[in-house]
């Protein structure tokens, strides 16, 4: 059997996620593009591992299950953080999110 068709489609599914993880303002959708993204690491993964002979069995499978953990954590952590930011700013929009804090300068602090 060729695998070409789930390929594509982890290829198709990757793309989609990069969009979203680019187009996209709200956290929310971008947390959402990151899991289609990791769901198409998981496709290929436990593609390969039925296609491909290795040495280890099942080894794409147990890759795919650290994936799904890892996603599960970031999805924990992440939802944290986005619903912070909206108890804050009453927004989950990524272009309004200060990525460095102003440090005090001497001046500033003189000036005051």
């Known amino acids: 059997m060729r695998p070409v068709i789930p390929y594509v489609t982890a290829a198709l599914l990757f793309g989609l996620g990069v969009y979203g993880v680019l187009r996209r303002r709200n956290a ?20 390969a591992d039925t296609t491909v002979r290795s040495a280890l069995p099942h080894s794409g499978q147990v890759f795919a299950l650290f994936v799904i953990v890892l996603a599960a954590a970031e999805i924990g952590v992440g939802l944290a953080i986005v619903l912070q930011l909206y108890r804050l700013r009453a927004s989950v929009t990524v272009d309004d999110v200060p990525l460095a804090e102003r ?9 005051s």
């Open 28 to 47: 929310v959708l971008v947390l959402m593009a990151v899991e289609l993204m990791l769901n198409a690491v998981n496709l290929v993964l436990v593609t």
């Open 103 to 111: 440090t005090a300068t001497v001046r500033d602090e003189v000036a």
